[in-house]
T-cell receptor
C-alpha cells in the first residue's frame, strides 16, 4: 500500500459524458501527478500540481482538466469522453516537486 | 522533446537466470528512476540514481547510472517468479515549463518461467 488513494476504482460511462477522478496523496506529500496508461501509449504524464499550483503539463487534452485543493487532494476532470479515453488513470505523489513518485491503485475508465 | 527508450521490450527467462534491461535518454538527466509494475498493479518506485556512474544494489537488483547521465541499467541476478512484471525507467525534465515532468520508457516486460 503506497498511501495514495484513488476513487473510484472502476468507472464505466458513455461517450460524451463527463467524469471526475479523485486522488488523495500520501500524508506530507505536496506534489500530485496524473498519468494515463493504455496498452498502445504506455504510461503518459498528464499534469503535475505542487502545493496547489500547476507545475508541469504533459500531453493533456483540452477536454481534461485538473486541480489540487487546499487539503492537497486532487481531482482530474475528463469531459466529452471518447472511446479512446478508455484507460487506466493513475495518480502519484511525492514530497517535493521532483523525486521518486508513489502511485495509487488507479482508476480504470471504460467509455462505451 | 525528451525521449526515453528501453530495451528489450520483452524478456522471457527461466527461473534462476539473470536479467538486464537498458534505458537510454535523448537528453542528459538530472536523475533516473526505476519502477516496477506487477500485472494488474500500479507502478512501484524502486530507486533513484543521481550521480554520474552511480551503482546501487537492492538485494538481487543492481542499478547503474551512466557516466554521461544519459543511460541506465537494471540487472536482476538469479530471477525468481516474484520478479515478474514490467520494469520502467523514468527521467525527469529539469527547469523550464516541464519542471517535474517524468518521462517513462516503454518498459520491459519480464516473464519468469519456473
Amino acid at each position: 500500500d503506497s498511501g495514495v488513494t484513488q476513487t473510484p476504482k472502476h468507472l464505466i460511462t458513455a461517450t460524451g459524458q463527463r467524469v471526475t477522478l479523485r486522488c488523495s496523496p500520501r500524508s506530507g506529500d505536496l506534489s500530485v501527478y496524473w498519468y494515463q496508461q493504455s496498452l498502445d501509449q504506455g504510461l503518459q504524464f498528464l499534469i503535475q500540481y505542487y502545493n496547489g499550483e500547476e507545475r508541469a503539463k504533459g500531453n493533456i487534452l483540452e477536454r481534461f482538466s485538473a486541480q489540487q485543493f487546499p487539503d492537497l487532494h486532487s481531482e482530474l476532470n475528463l469531459s466529452s469522453l471518447e472511446l479512446g479515453d478508455s484507460a487506466l488513470y493513475f495518480c502519484a505523489s511525492s514530497v517535493g516537486p521532483t523525486g521518486g513518485q508513489f502511485f495509487g491503485p488507479g482508476t480504470r475508465l471504460t467509455v462505451l | 522533446g525528451q525521449q526515453v527508450m528501453q530495451i528489450p521490450q520483452y524478456q522471457h527467462v527461466q527461473e534462476g537466470e539473470d536479467f538486464t534491461t537498458y534505458c537510454n535518454s535523448s537528453t542528459t538527466l538530472s536523475n533516473i528512476q526505476w519502477y516496477k509494475q506487477r500485472p494488474g498493479g500500479h507502478p512501484v518506485f524502486l530507486i533513484q540514481l543521481v550521480k554520474s556512474g552511480e551503482v546501487k544494489k537492492q538485494k538481487r537488483l543492481t542499478f547503474q547510472f551512466g557516466e554521461a547521465k544519459k543511460n541506465s541499467s537494471l540487472h536482476i541476478t538469479a530471477t525468481q517468479t516474484t520478479d515478474v512484471g514490467t520494469y520502467f525507467c523514468a527521467g525527469p525534465h529539469a527547469g523550464g515549463t516541464s519542471y517535474g515532468k517524468l518521462t517513462f520508457g516503454q518498459g520491459t516486460i519480464l516473464t519468469v518461467h519456473p
